[in-house]
C-alpha cells in the first residue's frame, strides 16, 4: 500500500531553519506531484508548496515564498521541505501529500491530492 513518511520536525527558535522530508512507498513517485500542507491547532489545513513529479516546477503560498523551498529526489522517492528564517506562525503539523500529476505542479486544493502521511510537529519558539 502507499505510504508517505515524514521526519524532520522539532523544535527551532524564531530565525532558525529545518528541513523536512518525506519518503514514498508504494507508488510510482515520478509520477506523483508532491505538495506539503500544514495545520495549526483550530486552523484549517493550508497548501505550503507542490512541485511537479519531475521536479522542474514549484509553486509557493505567499506566506512561504522566498523562505521554504520544496525538491524532490525521484532516485530516493523523497521529497523535501527547506524552511528557513522560521517565524512562531510557521508552527504547525506538516503534511506531505501525493497527487497523481493530473494537474501539473500548481496544485494547492487538499482535496485534489490522494495519499496523505501522518504529519510531523515543527515548533517555532519565539
Known amino acids: 500500500q502507499v505510504q508517505l513518511v515524514e521526519s524532520g520536525g522539532g523544535l527551532v527558535q524564531v530565525g532558525g531553519s529545518l528541513r523536512l522530508s518525506c519518503a514514498a512507498s508504494?507508488?510510482?513517485?515520478?509520477?506523483?506531484?508532491m505538495g506539503w500542507f500544514r495545520q495549526a491547532p483550530g486552523k484549517e489545513r493550508e497548501f505550503v508548496a507542490s512541485?511537479?513529479?519531475?521536479?522542474?516546477?514549484?509553486y509557493y503560498s505567499n506566506s512561504v515564498k522566498g523562505r521554504f523551498t520544496i525538491s524532490r529526489d525521484n532516485a530516493k522517492n523523497t521529497v523535501y521541505l527547506q524552511m528557513n528564517s522560521l517565524k512562531p506562525e510557521d508552527t504547525a503539523v506538516y503534511y506531505c501529500?501525493?497527487?497523481?500529476?493530473?494537474?501539473?505542479?500548481?496544485?494547492?486544493?487538499?482535496?485534489?491530492?490522494?495519499?496523505w502521511g501522518q504529519g510531523t510537529q515543527v515548533t517555532v519558539s519565539s
Open positions: 512541485i511537479s513529479s519531475s521536479g522542474g516546477s514549484a
Open positions: 501529500a501525493a497527487e497523481s500529476a493530473r494537474y501539473g505542479a500548481a496544485v494547492s486544493s487538499r482535496w485534489a491530492y490522494d495519499y
Open positions: 508504494g507508488l510510482t513517485f515520478s509520477s506523483y506531484t
